[in-house]
């Protein structure tokens, strides 16, 4: 088989060189630890992580376990699809989870109802206006374009004054989260509409879950399949040379910056409904758990290499953690240490791979 | 050197002032107490002021002023030097760090002006000169009554056999989240509450969405369970957000939360909240100015004076609706 056609280009390679797309590592690891939790739990608790041990449920599933293994990670999951084509693009997002609080507070401020229990609604923030009981598309769209403009303000000076997205982002980190405690004086904005609560409970409580898939999907095949996936790897992998072929790198830079703003408005949206609420402090840590779970499933802090599947796998790695250690009646404390080393854990892997990679080619 | 100039001139005239009154010495003797607040854009302390500054308009011959101190320490400061420049009767601070607070109480002492912390609790309480107090809740009780009031509840509906309980905890390198989760656990131990086992607790960082998602984790346990306990509102509504979607009876299940918000108790009047409990932000405010009051006429005052928690149920909840 050593003539067949593999590789960019018509180029041959010998296919004995070539290795496991790295997702299935990802997933090798997924599955992993599901299974010490598996054993944990027989041996601990006496009882199934995954599957239906106590005869509650029709199927041999644990039906509530896995949905909240994946609905507990859909929102930060949205977030880190954009937070993982910034990674291919070869730089790093910090503002996501600011971004969250101010489009949260800014959007629900549009989405409340006029009157809870018979008396007007205690937190009402345009009450005087008149601005209540709004129809949906309304909040949609100021909460997509705080999204726009944030993002946006990334990529602009990223992208046309060349400071590192490190300091660019975290600048929007910090500011974001100024305009967050400013919009209300830091008091908390409750009591959405009807329409408004379904972006995070609808279908029956499956919404978050729905708006994740369907993202990943869509970008997954956006980044594999079309020109705006193929410029993004290729100004990660060798901006220079993506420049020298043509490609508008400034503008590309702006377009992702903007998605992963767009992306981090839309988690806010979802995450707000889903609550009930919006709060100042709304997604704090969520950027990094972004990050992190891009990093876990295998997508290259150096850019250029990854893809929206290992996210998702990286996600669920996540959730299967959180959910496992509740499972085990583990606090808290050891979660967030255990969190730490895998994400340190799956760089030290990822990095050992590369150079076995490189040493064989 | 403006700065100098101005409080050059704040004690001539406080000086002129003070001779004035000495030589007047009227029968009706107006007392100045002077107010420096952590910040003003603050919720609770908004609340807490307001009390303050309504009490001493239904006073006759009280007179506040209030300054903000936009949780700058050197700020506060330099008002607490300005008010006793000024010659206020007393003072009163919210102090902007707990930490900082010796500095103040010497300046008060040396000009002998009697001062009161209110709802932040000083570094220096247990060492507070005389004419000096501190009026707030007492953090030990909340928890208390909350649990207690779960456990009584608990008793009511018959599950006095054997109940069990999940508890919610705040963010723990929050000194009021582990007090409380400590009153919960005694209250637990007491002979008339032991029923009560508490399967798991775990924290929801005070947060809605974590608690949402830790309670649905315990649900996909299957384990049966009585009540939620939470160290705050939040997290109790955010277990009550994760139970209704599972389908659970509310009405079977007791849950309790701490402070008294407005999402809190439209929650309770929805009958999906049992108990909360109330931390009288208003109380406060008119504690720290009675005591501040009773100082500045040379009357004794305990040095730590505790407005009670106010435990909210079904029962009395009308009367919170519109409090903090």
């Known amino acids: ?361 | 050197m403006k700065k100098n100039l101005t409080k050059l001139a704040l004690i001539k005239k406080s000086l002129a002032t003070f001779a004035l009154v000495t030589m007047l010495t009227t029968p009706v003797l107006a007392q100045t107490v002077g107010v420096s607040m952590a910040a003003f854009d603050d919720n609770f302390l908004t609340v807490l002021r307001n009390g303050m500054v309504k009490m001493a308009e239904g006073m006759n011959g009280v007179k506040i002023q209030v300054e903000d101190a936009q949780n700058d320490v050197a700020k506060q400061l330099d008002q607490i030097n300005n008010f006793v420049a000024s010659g206020v009767d007393a003072i009163i601070v919210n102090a902007v760090d707990t930490s900082a607070t010796q500095a103040m109480s010497n300046a008060a002492k040396n000009a002998g002006v009697p001062l009161v912390y209110v709802n932040r609790e000083p570094i220096n309480v247990n060492t507070l000169p005389d004419g000096q107090a501190f009026v707030a809740s007492n953090e030990i009780e909340s928890g208390t009554l909350e649990a207690f009031e779960v456990c009584k509840m608990l008793r009511a509906m018959g599950k006095a056999g054997g109940a069990k309980a999940y508890v919610i905890m705040g963010d723990l390198s929050n000194q009021a989240a582990v007090q409380r989760t400590k009153d919960i656990e005694d209250v637990v131990s007491m002979d008339m509450c032991k029923f009560i086992k508490i399967i798991d607790k775990q924290t929801s960082m005070w947060s809605r969405d974590k608690a949402q998602d830790l309670m649905t984790n315990w649900l996909s346990s299957g384990e049966s369970f009585d009540a939620v306990i939470a160290n705050n509102d939040e997290s109790a509504i955010g277990a009550i957000q994760a139970m209704k979607a599972a389908g659970l009876d509310m009405e079977k299940i007791v849950v309790g939360g701490v402070d008294a918000t407005q999402d809190a108790l439209v929650a309770m009047q929805a009958g999906d909240l049992d108990v909360t409990v109330f931390q009288d932000a208003a109380g406060q405010g008119a504690g720290s100015l009675n005591a501040a009051l009773k100082l500045a006429k040379g009357e004794k005052v305990d040095k730590k004076v505790y407005i009670p928690f106010i435990l909210v149920t079904p029962a009395n909840m009308s009367q919170f609706l519109s409090k903090n």
């Open chain 1, 1 to 361: 088989m050593a003539d067949s056609k593999h590789g960019i280009g018509g180029l041959k390679y010998d296919t004995s060189k070539r290795h496991w797309p790295n997702e299935a590592n990802v997933f090798i690891a997924l599955i992993l630890i599901v299974l010490v939790f598996e054993g944990l739990g027989l041996f601990t608790q006496g009882n199934s992580f995954l599957f239906d041990s106590k005869g509650r449920f029709d199927s041999i599933f644990n039906e509530q376990r896995l949905k909240i293994i994946i609905l507990q990670v859909s929102i930060v999951g949205i977030i880190a699809i954009g937070v993982t084509q910034v990674i291919i693009l070869g730089g790093i997002d910090l503002s996501s989870g600011s971004i969250v609080g101010a489009t949260a507070m800014i959007a629900m401020s549009f989405a409340q109802v006029a009157e809870v229990n018979g008396s007007p609604n205690p937190k009402a923030i345009f009450l005087e206006q008149g601005w209540v009981d709004l129809p949906l598309i309304i909040p949609l769209i100021i909460g997509l374009f705080c999204g726009i403009i944030a993002g946006g303000i990334n990529g602009l000076l990223i992208a046309y004054t060349r400071i590192p997205p490190f300091i660019a982002t975290l600048g929007m980190m910090v500011t974001g989260r100024g305009v967050a405690k400013w919009w209300s004086k830091g008091r908390p904005i409750s009591f959405p509409t009807e329409d408004f609560t379904l972006i995070g409970n609808g279908f029956g409580g499956w919404m978050p879950v729905v708006i994740f898939i369907s993202l990943a999907i869509l970008f997954f095949l956006i980044l594999k399949f079309t020109v705006y996936g193929k410029h993004t790897y290729a100004i990660g992998s060798n901006e220079e040379a993506a420049r020298m072929s043509g490609i508008d790198v400034n503008r590309h830079k702006v377009l992702v910056y903007t998605i992963a703003g767009i992306l981090a408005a839309l988690a806010a949206l979802v995450l707000s409904s889903k609550n009930l609420t919006a709060q100042s402090g709304m997604g704090v840590m969520y950027e990094l758990d972004a990050i992190a779970m891009t990093v876990i499933g295998g997508v290259s802090l150096s850019g250029g290499r990854g893809s929206i599947f290992g996210t998702v796998l990286g996600s669920l790695i996540f959730g299967v953690i959180i959910s496992g250690f509740t499972f085990l009646r583990l606090d808290a404390y050891y979660q967030e240490m255990v969190k730490g080393i895998i994400i340190v854990g799956a760089v030290v892997l990822d990095q050992w791979r590369q150079r076995r990679v490189a040493s064989r080619a």
